[in-house]
């Protein structure tokens, strides 16, 4: 420990009266100086964030004083009277890094580090706003004097304050593979453990990974645990952005600042040599349809981005030696991550059960999106990557047909417009046929019929849309040859007055008739349909007074509008029958 210091000190503001106080910080002495300025300072705010931003937006975290993060911290409490700095002095330890970062409830604290000749090498006032406790840090280059100040950033005004730091040598890091003997700061007993620090410089808009960190001692090897990345302020949404990438010991993050970045990672000891490999990872655009080609080394990363529109069906097939690995993920691009928006969403739909690297994602919203591709290989390898927009549509009257194997799913695109109704149904030879109706937003409908083993159902647009028809067997368990048709409803015409019996056909229960505007009408109903539906002639449904009377049912309806109408007569059977007339009310007179 150095010991207590007490000088006349050269303050900012120009020569000051100094009294003693011993503030112990580790092996920092404190000498507290008077000086004159004016004003009262705020409230500092307090700590978010832990080690890598996973839970929290900066670090230092708010739970400082805690746990195993209550360890790697000294910590002393002081009190700063109106007008007064406090200085701790200490000399540096080439390499090595420190971390300070000061507390108060009653007002704004500010930190500035000074070397030996009075030049302030490093200074921060708020983290980030809203946060108004400072966080310093700062490599020291030689083993000469340096002195922390801690003052009212903003005024003259005080109180009492708590100031933390946290020094270590990480491992001095590059571009490519590192082999080197840890130099760990955390290895003292009832520290929470062994905390291992690599430290490398990096540039504003490129993209670092560490797919590998080993750690040897005494003849034993181990993987590294990571544990997070501090940037140059601290606070992740300033300082990086992560690629969601699965396997959470892999960091993959975009720099979004010049300075000094430390990755931080459990060791199961003090003692022993780490090779951490350090690779920037390159970056291009993907088109949505295209191919393209390209060579990666040994464990090396590929990052491509697509963007997208909503309803995009984007079908990509990758062509890799087996120790190619692949993630396709939605995520916000870095511009829009600070204001808290959110992944966009996507299926990911598979045309073999067996072959993940053949597949249609339908994305629900307009975004970006990014495929990691990963090579786990020892020696380069050769990827080549389809992306093709080629789900057929299905025109309406017209019949499909085709096969599918084991485990196979097939593809049709279908749609229609406000007040359109549609008939799909299918059958197939030798295997139980399932079709699957998916929408736009990715809700999905199965149709299967396991009596007579020829699915189908009926589609009533409410709105202009499109589905997505996914023809397939149940668990993919059977292949065959199958036939499927798609039908739109052409109404038969409709007389007023005249009773109907209803048929099964073309028309798809529907009926035609011209109306009067503001006159009423009621259809008389009998016979085993399960309802009835009026629309307009913008597809629009009439609203009615529905009666009972015995078997028979009378709805009651008033156009708004004169134009035709139609009439969807709902499970229809050989016992419906029903009689549109216009509605005569009596009429008591004045």
Request: charged content about 25%.
């Amino acid at each position: 420990m150095y010991p207590l210091r007490h000088s006349r000190v050269q303050d900012f503001m120009g020569i000051s009266r100094c009294f003693r106080v011993l503030a112990l910080l580790g092996t920092l002495v404190a000498t507290i100086c008077a000086q004159a300025q004016g004003g009262q300072g705020g409230a500092g705010g307090g700590f978010q964030g832990n080690i890598g931003g996973q839970e929290e937006d900066s670090y230092p975290p708010h739970n400082i004083d805690s746990g195993e993060e209550g360890n790697r911290w000294n910590s002393t409490t002081a009190i700063l009277t109106q007008g007064d700095k406090v200085e701790y002095k200490f000399k540096g330890v080439p390499g090595q890094t420190i971390f300070a970062t000061v507390h108060s409830s009653v007002f704004d604290p500010g930190l500035k580090l000074l070397d030996a000749k009075g030049k302030v090498v490093a200074e921060n006032d708020d983290q980030y706003e809203g946060n108004q406790s400072p966080l310093l840090t700062f490599q020291f280059p030689d083993d000469k004097e340096y002195k922390l100040i801690v003052q009212n950033y903003r005024s003259s005004g005080g109180g009492p304050f708590k100031i933390y730091t946290q020094t270590f040598i990480p491992m001095e890091i590059a571009p490519g593979a590192n082999n080197k003997p840890l130099k760990n700061p955390d290895d003292k007993p009832g520290h929470g453990g062994h905390f291992v620090y690599f430290h490398f410089k990096g540039e504003a808009g490129k993209v670092y990974s560490v797919r590998r960190a080993h750690f040897a001692t005494s003849g034993r090897n181990w993987d590294l645990a990571y544990r997070g990345i501090i940037g140059p302020t601290g606070v992740k949404k300033t300082d990086y952005s992560f690629y969601q990438q699965d396997g959470a010991n892999s960091p993959l993050f975009e720099a979004k600042v010049k300075g000094d970045f430390y990755l931080v990672y459990d060791s199961p000891s003090a003692d022993g040599t780490a090779d951490p490999r350090l690779d920037i990872v390159e970056v291009a655009n993907l088109e949505k349809t295209g191919t393209i080609k390209f060579d990666l080394a040994p464990t090396a990363q590929r990052i491509f981005k697509m963007k997208v529109e909503r309803s995009n069906i984007v079908r990509t097939t990758l062509d890799a030696p087996e120790e190619t690995g692949f993630q396709f993920k939605a995520q916000t691009t870095p511009d829009k991550e600070a204001d808290g928006s959110k992944p966009i969403s996507f299926e990911t739909l598979q045309p073999l059960m067996t072959n993940d690297r053949d597949s249609y994602r339908l994305f629900h919203e307009k975004g970006e999106v990014t495929l990691i591709v990963s090579s786990n290989a020892n020696k380069p390898t050769t990827v080549s990557m389809v992306n093709r927009m080629d789900i057929p549509t299905w025109q309406d009257g017209k019949p499909i047909s085709g096969r599918i194997e084991l485990g196979e799913t097939q593809f049709y695109m279908i749609s229609g417009v406000k007040g359109d109704i549609q008939r799909i149904n299918g059958k197939a030879d030798g295997f139980e046929l399932q079709f699957t109706l998916m929408s736009m937003e990715g809700s999905t409908t199965e149709y299967i019929d396991q009596k007579k083993h020829m699915p189908s159902t009926e589609l009533q647009y409410e709105e202009t849309k499109k589905y997505l028809v996914m023809v397939s067997s149940p668990q993919g368990g059977g292949s065959g040859s199958y036939a499927m048709n798609l039908d739109s409803a052409k109404p038969e015409p409709l007389a007023i007055a005249t009773v109907v019996d209803y048929k099964d056909g073309p028309a798809l229960g529907t009926y035609s008739v011209t109306v009067e505007a503001n006159n009423w009408y009621q259809l008389t109903v009998r016979g085993g349909a399960s309802g009835y539906v009026l629309l307009d002639d913008k597809g629009d449904t009439i609203g009615v007074i529905h009666s009972r009377f015995g078997p028979q049912g009378i709805y009651f309806f008033q156009p708004a509008r004169r134009g035709t109408i139609r009439i969807k007569v709902q499970n229809g059977n050989k016992d419906t029958r029903f009689r549109l007339d216009a509605a005569a009310f009596p009429n008591l007179g004045g």
